[in-house]
Structure formats: C-alpha cells, structure tokens
C-alpha cells in the first residue's frame, strides 16, 4: 500500500495496509475513503481502494475494478507529462489492469497495457517485472507472435542470469563464521536457487510453445526434454509433450502421456485440469475419427467446465471459483463439440454447438464457414432423403421373360425436389453465413495488422484454439517470422498466409449454394472471382470445381457457348498431386487441441480439420466428371459428334471404384445419344446392361 507524505495519511496508509494483509478488507475499504479524502486525486491511492473494494464485493465489481484502473493511469498521465512518476508504480498498476483485461477477454487491450510497461520494465521490482514478462508472453503466443515472444523470454532469461549471478556472488562472499554454517533444510539458504529453477522451468516450457508455433519440432522437443529434466512429473510439461506428439501424429503416444500424468490439481495455471485432461483426450481420438469417443471427452470437458465456471448448481459451493471469462471455455468446447457432429455427419446438433461458439467468435470468418457447411450437409442430407422416394419410379413387375412388364409410378412433381426442411437449415441460410465470412475476410485484408512490438495484430474475438478451444493442444501451421494477422478469436487470429485458401474455400461454397438456390447471376460472379484470383494462385481443386460451377451458371443463364470454355480438358492438368488435399483449402481449421493448462489458445495441433471433404477426388473422378458435363452442355448445343466422342472418352475411365452416380449419368447421357442418333437397339442393349434390381409384384 502507499504511504502519505502527511503524519495523518501516513497512518491512514500504514492502517490500510495492515488491514489488508489481515483480510478485514471492510475496514481497509473505510480507511482508504478516508485517505483519498486526505490525498484527492492520488493514483496510488485509487488503485489500492480499487482493489480493497473488488476483495470486499467479490465477482460483482469486477467491472467497476476495470474502469477504477483506468481512472487511475488517467490520474498518472495527467500529474506528469510522461505518463507515470513512478515507472515501478506504473509497472503494478499496468499488470493489475492487464490482468483484469485478460480475466474479461479484453486480450489486444491487456497486450497494449503491458507493451507500455514492458518498455521501462528494468526499472520494475523483479517480481513483479516477471509476472508482466509472463503474461505477456501468453497473449503473444495467443495471437501467434513467436517473435515478440522470443524478445520477452530473452529479458527473462536475463532476469535469471542476473537472480543467478548475484546469488553466486553472495555465496562467494560470505566469509568467516557465514561459511561454517550448514545450509537450512527448511528453505533459507536454498530458496534462490529453487526459485531459479523454477524460473528457468518456465521459460523452457515458454520457449517450448513458441518452437511449436513455429514448428521448429527438433528444438521444441529439445526445450521439453530439459523442461523435464528438472521437473520430470510437471503437468504443464507433460502436457506439452502430449500435444508434441499429437502434432507429430504419434495419437497413441499422446494418450499414454496424458494418461500418465500424475494425479492434477483442481486447477493448474488458472486453468481447470479436468477441462484441459478431457479435452486433449477428444482432440486426439477426433483426429483418430473415433468421433464417439471424442464425444464423450468433450462432454466430460463440458460438464467439468460448467462446475469450474459456477454454473453447476449440483456443485458444492466450497468446489466452486469465481467466474471469469478467460477461464470459461464453454464457447471452444462448443466449437470442437461441433466439429465432431459435422464430422460424424449430425449437421443439425452441429449446428447448434457452432452458434454458442458464435456468441463470442462472431468475428471468425472461419466459423461462419462452418455453420455454411453446416447447412450445405443437412440440404444435401435431405434431397438424398426426398430423391429416394420421389425417384423410385418403378412400382412393381408383371410377369416373365418376353411377357415381363414394368409398373411405373406416376411422377408426382416436374420441377425442383421441394424441400421438407423445418430448422432453417438451407442453402439459402448458407448463403448468408458464407456471405458474412467474405466479408470478414476482405475487411481485414484491406486493413492487415502487422504484428510488431509497437502495434500488434488483433487477436481479440475466439478464435478457439489453444488452452481453449477447448483447452488444451498446439498450433494449427507455422506462422512465418513477422507474419500479418487479424482478429478471428480470442483463441486464434487468422494468419495472413491462411487467408487466401479460406477465401477460396468461402467462394467455392457459395457458388455452390447460389446454384442450389436457383440464382446462377450470383454463382458465375462467385465462380469467376475465384478463377480470377491468382495472388497467390487457387489450389487447383478449388480451380477445377470454380469451372463446372462457372460452365453450370451460364448454361442456366442460357449461355451454353460460353460455357464450354470453361470446360476444357487442360483444367485437369493440375489435379494430379496427391499432396494437395482438402487440407490446404482449410488451413488453419480444428481450433481443437490446447498444449497445456498455460497456453490459452492454441489451434489443432495435427495440422487440420476437415468437417467436409469437398475436394478428395482423384484425377480419373475429376476427368470423367469433366467429360460428362462437356458431353450434357455439346448435346445442348447440338454438337453430338463431340458428345459421343466425350461418352467414349468417359466409358474407357469408369471401373469398379467408380462413383455410383457418375455411371448413373453417364448410362444416361449414353441411351439419350443412341436415342438422337436413332440407334433404338443401342438404347436397349445400355438399359439392359445397367438395369438395376426390383422385387418382384407380389
């Protein structure tokens, strides 16, 4: 506590503090009314009943503590024209009103207070200089900032040196009767040198998390193994290990790490142990698509998160802590939840878990991305559902060989399938989600946050990733040195280098859904926008699905000639590499593993999610899918020559892992063709050839 410059107000302080320190903060509160009267407009002393008061009321002024700390620096920057008196005081107030940011999720605000105090930090008290240097280091590794966090780990690592150095001295320094003394069991003599350890601890574990966001593995696991070495049963450093090999796909090997950790705490760095034990375990059984599995983990996770939060009211009040936003990770637990639902193909509670996600993720394009896929699945789902009973035409058959007949039914509708959906979730509601993700994308690549010492990238909306998303894991991809982010989440800013291929991403699927919604005008604009994108270049699978989306929207706009340049053969010149898959058009996804109970957001550490598997095709599927609809747009054109041409190119591709509904249209465009060119028998023989099964009239 500070004390006055009067003999009254230096009572007045001396009582204060004293009351503090005995826990009677009712009193505390009293005497520090008193003493602001003596010393009005005194920082220090509006700090200290600032925090007298929060330790009298509890959770319910944890707002008025925000805006008492504020007033406080304005105090400080009005008294002098370099903001503080006191660069120590300055350092307190600074972490308190940093703390009280982050606690509320305010993270780009805390990071900009604690830029402040950083700059001056050498004249900070040493304990409290390290706890600014932590947390600190944690919003930086937050919003993927390797470098800003290899600065911070250097000015402790010379704060150790120093705390080492000047403990070395004292020891050779002592003479006389100091030598003859036997160093004290109970702490004395030996407590530096434990303090020095655990500070070194630390900053091998932070070094650890900023080598796994760079995935710089060989030095990762080198800062691991000595993290280890001088505490083998640490939980942090275990679960650092976890999620080591959980992005080096060792799943296995990472269960039996988490499985291995001794018996936690109930909370470990602030953190709940069991929502970060729970979570790890879903994230590598979701990777393993054991989608039951990983479940019934995140559900555990949940409902351990919903005690820890204050929220179960079966909890015993002594099990209960007070609420604070940062610990809540009901929102990323929500997202992984939802993840495991679009995977195992349950769109509709996936959906639901995504818009909880949403209440604090609004600005993560990523995420509207997935409640579009979201809806795109269950339209999808039920067009499968209504095309199995409007389709199946044939009622029954009548009699045998040359007498055999078949009973049509009669069709029950001429145009589009209607649709039977009662949750909202159409094509048309995908439309908006995918719209809305475009946006978020094109307004911060108009307007990139470089990340830097002196201005940092936002990283404030929840990105789900790290010790949250649902709460524990690694990164998602290597963030290059100096890379641009933006806010997506409080967990995950997306990176500059993930932008172009979601961008890619969100106009590949809404092409898609303005065709499913009738509105081709939108579609070509989405599709060409796509093709037209070449900084950097589009993935060649979105490139290729960007020109049957372009070729389909003209031929509904009647504009067949123009489509056949999009379907040229030479766009499958590309679609021959393995190595690119579904993973490259969603980097960056999966916020769904955190490194350990420290690290408050970290992506999937494996690399990446993927809900839907939109672009795992190979070139024989994609080149047949090609012809096919070359052949259905030169039969609109009445160019059959090269129609029949494309069938036959098409028939030389198809065997026995062919897609069904590939041969489906292609039987189809083959009996039309036999049918135009007058070859009625040819139809025949196709017809028989793939005649499917029916059960006999009974």
């Not at 503090?20 to 008193?34: D, H, R």
């Not at 008294?79 to 982050?102: C, H, I, P, R, W």
């Not at 710089?216 to 679960?239: D, G, H, T, V, W």
């Not at 067949?560 to 058009?585: F, G, K, M, Q, V």
Request: hydrophobic content about 40%.
């Amino acid at each position: 506590m500070a004390a006055g410059d009067s003999g009254k107000a230096q009572a007045l302080a001396v009582r204060a503090q004293e009351l503090f320190e005995s826990g009677k903060y009712g009193e505390c509160t009293a005497t520090l009314v008193l003493l602001n009267k003596e010393r009005a407009q005194d920082s220090k002393v509006e700090h200290n009943l600032a925090v007298a008061r929060f330790y009298q009321g509890g959770q319910a002024l944890f707002k008025p503590l925000e805006v008492a700390f504020a007033k406080a620096v304005a105090l400080n920057e009005k008294k002098t024209q370099e903001g503080f008196d006191d660069e120590s005081d300055m350092a307190v107030l600074a972490l308190n009103q940093a703390v009280m940011l982050y606690q509320d999720r305010e993270l780009q605000k805390a990071r900009a207070v604690l830029e402040k105090a950083f700059k001056f930090i050498d004249a900070a008290d040493e304990a409290i200089a390290q706890r600014v240097c932590f947390l600190l280091l944690d919003l930086y590794l937050q919003a993927y900032l390797p470098d800003q966090a290899m600065v911070v780990l250097t000015c402790l690592e010379k704060m150790l040196g120093n705390a080492s150095a000047s403990s070395g001295g004292a020891a050779n320094g002592q003479g006389g009767e100091d030598e003859a003394k036997p160093a004290s069991s109970e702490g004395g003599d030996g407590q530096p040198q434990e303090e020095a350890n655990l500070l070194r601890f630390y900053i091998h574990q932070y070094k650890a998390r900023v080598h796994m966001i760079s995935r710089s593995m060989k030095a990762c696991k080198r800062e691991i193994k000595s993290a280890l070495n001088l505490s083998s049963q640490n939980p942090p450093a275990l679960f650092l290990k976890a999620s080591l090999e959980y992005i080096r796909h060792n799943y296995r090997k990472s269960v039996k790490l988490l499985l291995g950790c001794p018996k936690l705490a109930p909370y470990v760095s602030g953190q709940c142990a069991a929502v970060l034990y729970y979570n790890n375990l879903g994230c590598i059984h979701l990777q393993m698509k054991k989608y039951s599995v990983a479940s019934f983990y995140f559900g555990k996770a949940l409902q351990a998160n919903e005690q820890s939060a204050g929220r179960d009211s079966s909890a015993a009040p002594e099990e209960q802590r007070p609420y604070t936003a940062i610990a809540d990770r009901r929102h990323e637990l929500m997202y992984n939840q939802g993840l495991v639902f679009l995977l195992s193909g349950q769109p509709v509670l996936a959906h639901k878990c995504f818009q909880i996600a949403l209440e604090v993720a609004a600005r993560n394009p990523r995420l509207w991305v997935r409640l579009a896929e979201c809806c795109i699945m269950h339209e999808a789902q039920s067009r499968s559902e209504q095309s199995a009973s409007h389709n199946d035409r044939v009622a029954c058959t009548v009699g045998r060989a040359q007498a055999r007949t078949v009973l049509l039914r009669p069709p029950t509708n001429a145009g589009p399938l209607p649709s039977s959906d009662t949750t909202g979730l159409g094509l048309f509601t995908a439309c908006g989600y995918l719209k809305n993700a475009l946006h978020l994308l094109q307004q911060n690549v108009e307007k990139p946050a470089v990340a830097g010492m002196g201005g940092l990238s936002g990283g404030s909306a929840t990105s789900l990733g790290g010790a949250a998303t649902a709460a524990a894991a690694a990164t998602a991809t290597a963030t290059p040195s100096g890379s641009t982010t933006f806010p997506g989440t409080e967990s995950s800013p997306i990176r500059e280098s993930e932008v172009p291929a979601l961008r890619c991403e969100t106009l590949v699927r809404l092409a898609y859904a303005c065709l499913g919604c009738h509105n081709p005008v939108d579609a070509l604009k989405h599709a060409t926008a796509l093709l037209e994108d070449q900084d950097p270049p589009c993935p060649s699978r979105a490139k290729y699905l960007g020109h049957l989306y372009a070729a389909e929207a003209l031929c509904l706009l009647g504009r067949e000639a123009e489509a056949l340049r999009y379907l040229s053969p030479d766009i499958l010149a590309d679609i021959n590499t393995p190595s690119e898959s579904a993973a490259n058009l969603q980097a960056g996804d999966g916020e769904v593993a955190q490194t350990q109970p420290n690290n408050q957001n970290a992506e999937s550490a494996s690399g990446t999610c993927k809900p839907l598997q939109s672009f795992a095709f190979d070139q024989p599927s994609a080149k047949l899918a090609l012809l096919i609809n070359l052949a259905s747009v030169c039969c609109v054109t009445n160019d059959l020559p090269r129609a029949s041409s494309c069938l036959q190119e098409a028939n030389r591709l198809v065997d026995g892992s062919t897609e069904q509904s590939l041969v489906l249209h292609l039987v189809l465009l083959s009996t039309y063709l036999s049918l135009r060119d007058g070859r009625v028998q040819d139809a025949i023989d196709i017809a028989k050839h793939h005649r499917l099964a029916t059960a006999p009239a009974s």
